[in-house]
């Protein structure tokens, strides 16, 4: 497998004012204070040197905040692996891509680890889960044009695959999960699903990126050149290989959807942080306890609240064994309280499990499915032209209102025969 990283770092955000609840919970507890995106990437790449690559390819660029850093981010990647292949410049356009993906088209390996975020550490606490899905997704290879391994967004993931998820069909197009095992969903989509976070075979991610012409249009991922809608007539059958734990995860968790049609609790899916000591191998852990304690990582599953929201709460809601593999080495003392209720431990660690695949029980916010799946509707079948023509149009709106209480009913009597 190659890992093939290609971002922009720099402090400077690329939409001001998207991320304004992250900041808040960062300045409002210490443990969560991370903000310097150097140090997240860092971070970020240490979580990757857990897992086992044919080949590494970095391919990175600061910004004006930090060229100065250049020697030192080369030398702690050449520390990491010593025999990287390293591009300053990042990809920013499909001439741009095409380079580098015929750079790594050489190399040895058929599956591409696309990276094309700084910030999705891999906050498994083993790697039974990944290598499982390798494993799979290799005997697929051979059966299959174009395979990829969903390895973040386990929520939205984790909806698409399981078949009693409530909100499956309302999150994509027309998923058919064809297997299911201890470990994943194999599912197949009827067109290329292309987002940035995404373990790809060569020729799936070369689909993408080789199969239209853009000359020099500006696209910083590569899922913006599959959602260009030129690309609406480049569809294939795509089989994705779905985690059924989590592998890896946004740093930011899912704040910047707080306040849309989609939130998710930050209680269930909380941001990450960058632990005190971890970059000197001095992580403390205090497990079970009541009272918080600074300059140690607090976790406590049955607490309420996180320390964010509660200055009496706690860092992390999690068992011991689900502490991420790449902490476990750099962790200099656990101490656990000799008084915790294991019972009570249990039911709060299965509570948080079970929240984590079915966050909300009883559905919260149905309106939002009901929109969402008539934008799906309309982002599959309507030409681009079409869409922009009518977006706006009086008819149009009464149509959608007639399709959204038509919607609402047909969510209701499905949520009724998997809750009898």
């Known amino acids: 497998m190659i890992l093939y990283f290609d971002n922009l770092i720099t402090n400077i955000p690329a939409h001001p004012g998207v991320y304004l609840d992250i900041d808040k919970i960062r300045d409002s507890c210490k443990a969560y204070s991370t903000k310097d995106r150097y140090n997240v990437t860092l971070y970020t790449l240490l979580s990757y040197a857990e897992l086992d690559w044919d080949e590494v390819v970095i391919v990175y660029e600061f910004g004006g905040d930090m060229v100065e850093r250049k020697k030192e981010f080369e030398k702690f990647v050449r520390d990491l692996w010593p025999k990287a292949h390293i591009f300053y410049g990042r990809s920013d356009n499909q001439k741009k891509f095409q380079k580098r993906l015929k750079f790594v088209n050489d190399l040895e390996g058929d599956l591409v680890f696309y990276a094309g975020n700084n910030d999705h550490p891999f906050i498994a606490p083993d790697k039974e889960t990944i290598n499982s899905c390798i494993r799979k997704i290799k005997k697929m290879n051979e059966k299959w044009d174009y395979v990829s391994i969903l390895y973040s967004h386990f929520l939205e993931g984790y909806r698409m695959g399981n078949k009693k998820s409530p909100y499956r069909k309302y ?115 205090r497990y079970g306890y009541e009272n918080y304690k600074e300059g140690w990582v607090n976790i406590n599953p049955m607490k309420a609240k996180h320390a964010f929201h509660d200055k009496n709460g706690t860092d992390m809601k999690i068992s011991l064994e689900d502490i991420p593999l790449f902490w476990k080495k750099r962790i200099s003392k656990i ?86």
């Open 335 to 420: 101490d656990i309280n000799p008084k915790l209720n294991k019972s009570h431990l249990r039911k709060s660690i299965g509570d948080l499990h079970r929240k984590m695949r079915f966050p909300h029980e009883p559905i919260e916010d149905k309106d939002f499915l009901y929109r969402f799946k008539a934008r799906i509707i309309a982002a599959n079948y309507l030409p681009y032209w079409l869409k922009r023509l009518l977006r706006n149009n009086h008819l149009i709106k009464k149509l959608r209102a007639k399709i959204f209480f038509k919607l609402r009913d047909e969510f209701t009597l499905e949520e009724k025969k998997i809750n009898d």
């Open 171 to 285: 999150v994509s197009s027309c998923p058919k999960i064809l297997e299911e095992s201890k470990n994943y969903f194999t599912v197949l989509f009827p067109e290329v699903w292309g987002h940035s976070i995404q373990i790809f075979n060569k020729k799936l991610i070369n689909h993408i990126v080789f199969s239209e012409k853009f000359g020099g249009e500006i696209f910083r991922r590569i899922e913006s050149i599959w959602r260009h809608e030129r690309m609406l007539n480049k569809r294939v059958d795509q089989l994705t290989i779905i985690p059924k734990n989590p592998v890896c995860g946004h740093f930011d968790g899912y704040s910047h959807l707080k306040h849309g049609e989609y939130p998710i609790s930050e209680e269930i899916f909380p941001p990450f942080f960058i632990p005190r000591g971890f970059f000197e191998n001095k992580i403390k852990i």
